[in-house]
């Protein structure tokens, strides 16, 4: 004998109402016709249940019915429901408990990756894909919603490794930040794309303005600041198009000394070349995110398998558009000469990069 179900509301359980002229009516048909439309439509507006009933059909099934896993005990199981593995957090340690944590773990047996991304390095992309990795690699992945400042208060950088220390491995969390040191913790790694500096930095000046077609921006500056081209910016030298705008990808990867912060000068570069070659596990280019994906999936097959089949459909697809940043005025000859004068050390960085990458294709026996 199988079992069948009933809806059950409030006090009431329905089965299935009377029709037949021999029961009621013809007033008493219509009535019964009003009854069951108002249980139907209650039957939408109420939460709802079901109650077990005994039945001769072997195969009882509808819409209402749900499958149970029989037990050896004797007890019903319902199937899981696939296990939740993003999340977003919002810096508060008093919201930390909502997140997976697992602080009985080794910090040392399990990967704890950080992807502290560069803006406008096509990261938006990349977090597309690895949300969708997480739910098919099953690794948790924790995003911050808080977007500045980049160099972090000392509270905020305890805040964080805290988090990333006390959280179930394996684990990827992603903000915009500058590089922090974990000396305590060799299973701490990074991760991250950058891309060619001019291209980088066009891409913001115009995305502050202008936006792309999945977030529209509302410039906080006057119409004449707005439409400004970047060549006015740089010929005139605004604030946005100097200084320190132009060395803007090399403290994410030194860090939070002070030295980071010099300008034209060679220490923050061989900081950061240091902090890239110990902690990084792949420091990937925008311009070859093919070649970087295989290097992920292969350096870290059990968070980033499937990445390169993944990146590939997109790209097929064309989803990637929808971040691209509108209004872009491409710099003049002039204006490009001052850009690459300016930004010397950041493309010194850009071919160290290059080349490592290269270097770790040829490792992994990746041929592309």
């Known amino acids: ?126 977090l597309d894909i690895f949300k969708y990795l997480a739910n098919r690699n099953q690794y948790n992945m924790i995003s911050s919603t808080i977007y500045g400042p980049l160099h972090l208060p000392e509270n905020k950088k305890a805040l964080i490794k805290e988090l990333i220390l006390a959280a179930e491995p394996p684990v990827l969390f992603q903000r915009h930040m500058h590089f922090l040191s974990f000396p305590n913790s060799s299973r701490v790694r990074y991760i991250n794309i950058i891309r060619d500096p001019i291209d980088r930095f066009i891409s913001e000046y115009y995305f502050i303005r202008f936006g792309d077609d999945r977030n529209p921006m509302n410039f906080s500056g006057t119409d004449q600041e707005k439409y400004q081209t970047i060549n006015e910016c740089v010929l005139k030298r605004r604030p946005e198009c100097s200084g320190n705008r132009l060395q803007y990808i090399i403290p994410f990867f030194c860090g939070h000394n002070p030295q980071c912060s010099l300008l034209n000068s060679s220490i923050p570069l061989e900081m950061a070349k240091t902090n890239i070659q110990q902690s990084f596990v792949t420091l990937g280019l925008l311009d070859e995110i093919e070649d970087t994906f295989a290097v992920l999936e292969k350096a870290l097959p059990r968070l980033f398998q499937g990445a390169t089949a993944e990146i590939v459909r997109r790209q097929k697809q064309k989803k990637n558009k929808q971040f691209q940043t509108k209004s872009k005025v491409m710099p003049t000859e002039e204006v490009n000469k001052i850009l690459l004068k300016e930004m010397y050390w950041e493309y010194q960085l850009y071919d160290y990069v290059k080349e490592r990458l290269k270097n770790q294709k040829k490792t992994l026996g990746i041929k592309r």
């Not at 079992?3 to 029961?23: A, D, F, M, W």
């Not at 079901?50 to 199937?79: A, E, H």
């Open 1 to 126: 004998m199988s079992i069948g179900y009933i809806k059950y509301y409030g006090e009431r359980p329905i089965n299935k109402l009377p029709t037949t002229s021999c029961c009621r009516s013809d007033s008493n048909t219509t009535s019964a016709k009003k009854e069951k439309l108002f249980l139907d439509k209650k039957s939408s507006d109420m939460n709802k249940f079901i109650l077990p009933i005994k039945s001769d059909s072997k195969n009882k099934s509808g819409p209402n019915s749900m499958p149970i896993i029989k037990s050896t005990n004797g007890r019903r199981k319902f199937p899981r429901r696939k296990k939740k593995r993003f999340f977003y957090w919002e810096e508060l340690k008093q919201t930390m408990h909502y997140l997976p944590l697992g602080s009985t773990f080794d910090t040392n047996t399990e990967e704890r990756i950080i992807f502290n991304r560069v803006p406008k390095c096509g990261s938006r992309t990349v």
